[in-house]
């Protein structure tokens, strides 16, 4: 039972290219949510998925898109990379009370 | 719109020492409310929860927090603190309903001197 699993844990880019954050969750929780955080800003919330097949936007969701592939996959994809993308990305499962995965440190330079 | 605000960026206390870590919220009904903790560069581990019932909760690690309704407060506490308990702290509230969203605070900061 491993609970959430993200890839990759670090990756670096440059401005301009693209990249998808995979996340993957077996507790068959129907709700997914990816958040970033920054220093000094605790997490703030891109996009959530409250079940298979719909997802919404959150705080912060502007430059991100998400795909909700099957009950178990939530991934998250910047189309073109920008450095104020750099940050630590937080993907979670939840029936009431979230479980985060270990987390991915991007870098745009 | 939901939302958590912890005044104390950053709180050093002695090995021994209480703490008191504060939260307050922003909600329209009866919130759900969580602490997390999170190690340097590690991920965010689940300290305690209030979703309903006793208004003091008690988590892992000997923490525990009260739900004060009237002062929308949702305070952490340990009697003694551990070095092992310096980290970041986040009070969070979250969303009733299908999606139980979470708002996060910008979280305190705990520094434990020897």
């Known amino acids: 039972n491993a609970g959430v699993t993200q890839t990759p844990k670090f990756q670096v880019l440059k401005t301009g290219q693209s990249m998808t954050l995979q996340c993957a969750q077996d507790?068959?929780?129907?709700?997914m949510y990816w958040y970033r955080q920054d220093p000094g800003m605790g997490l703030r919330l891109i996009y959530y998925?409250?079940?298979?097949?719909?997802?919404d936007k959150g705080e912060v969701p502007n430059g991100y898109n998400v795909s909700r592939l099957n009950k178990r996959e939530f991934s998250l994809r910047l189309e073109s990379a920008a450095p104020s993308q750099t940050s630590v990305y937080f993907c979670?499962?939840?029936?009431?009370?979230?479980?985060f995965g270990p987390g991915t440190r991007l870098t745009v330079t | 719109a939901q939302s958590v605000t912890q005044p104390d960026i950053h709180i050093t206390v002695s090995e021994g020492a209480s703490l008191e870590l504060r939260c307050n919220y922003s909600?329209?009904?009866?919130?759900?409310l969580f602490w997390y903790v999170q190690s340097p560069g590690q991920g965010l581990q689940l300290l305690l929860k209030?979703?309903?019932?006793?208004?003091l909760v008690q988590g892992i690690k000997g923490f525990e927090a009260e739900f004060k309704r009237s002062q929308s407060s949702f305070n952490l506490r340990k009697p003694s603190v551990h070095w092992s308990d310096a980290a970041e702290y986040f009070c969070?509230?979250?969303?009733?309903?299908?999606?139980?969203?979470?708002?996060f605070g910008k979280g305190t900061l705990l520094t434990v001197n020897p």
């Open positions: 507790m068959n929780h129907n709700s």
């Open positions: 209030y979703f309903s019932g006793d208004t």
């Open positions: 998925s409250a079940s298979e097949g719909t997802t």
């Open positions: 909600y329209g009904a009866t919130p759900y």
């Open positions: 969070a509230v979250g969303a009733r309903g299908s999606n139980y969203k979470l708002t």
């Open positions: 979670a499962s939840s029936e009431g009370i979230a479980y």
